[in-house]
């Protein structure tokens, strides 16, 4: 349940703390809990859920990076492509346009 109303926050603004909270767990516990059962800890699989939605995004509309990248809760346009390249080892607008070139063949 916690997992599914953490991706349900479109801005993906939930901290490990809230979410520890809401779970009635330590935040260390809650730590250890979710990396048992997701294989990694909470910041990594958010931030590659985060990264997942942003590319739906860029595939799917014209919004400008920076705009996609608030919505995703991200403050610093920065931050966002240093995760989005972390996470896919290309920047947002390389992938926009390697996306765009698969596109035209179908």
């Not at 520890?20 to 990594?44: D, W, Y």
């Given at each position: 349940?916690?997992?599914?109303?953490?991706?349900?926050?479109?801005?993906?603004?939930?901290?490990?703390?809230?979410?520890?909270?809401?779970?009635?767990?330590?935040?260390?516990?809650?730590?250890?809990?979710?990396?048992?059962?997701?294989?990694?800890?909470?910041?990594?699989?958010?931030?590659?859920?985060?990264?997942q939605?942003a590319?739906?995004?860029?595939?799917?509309?014209?919004?400008?990076?920076?705009?996609?990248?608030?919505?995703?809760?991200?403050?610093?346009l920065?931050?966002?492509?240093?995760?989005f390249?972390?996470?896919?080892?290309?920047?947002?607008?390389?992938?926009?346009?390697?996306h765009?070139?698969?596109?035209k063949?179908?």
């Amino acid at each position: 349940k916690l997992l599914d109303y953490a991706q349900s926050h479109s801005d993906f603004s939930l901290s490990v703390e809230q979410m520890a909270s809401r779970a009635n767990l330590s935040t260390g516990h809650f730590r250890n809990v979710f990396k048992q059962f997701k294989g990694e800890n909470p910041i990594s699989y958010f931030r590659k859920i985060k990264i997942q939605h942003a590319c739906r995004l860029l595939i799917q509309t014209q919004r400008p990076i920076k705009q996609i990248s608030s919505q995703l809760g991200y403050s610093e346009l920065p931050h966002f492509y240093r995760h989005f390249k972390l996470v896919l080892g290309v920047t947002p607008n390389t992938f926009r346009k390697q996306h765009k070139l698969t596109d035209k063949f179908y």
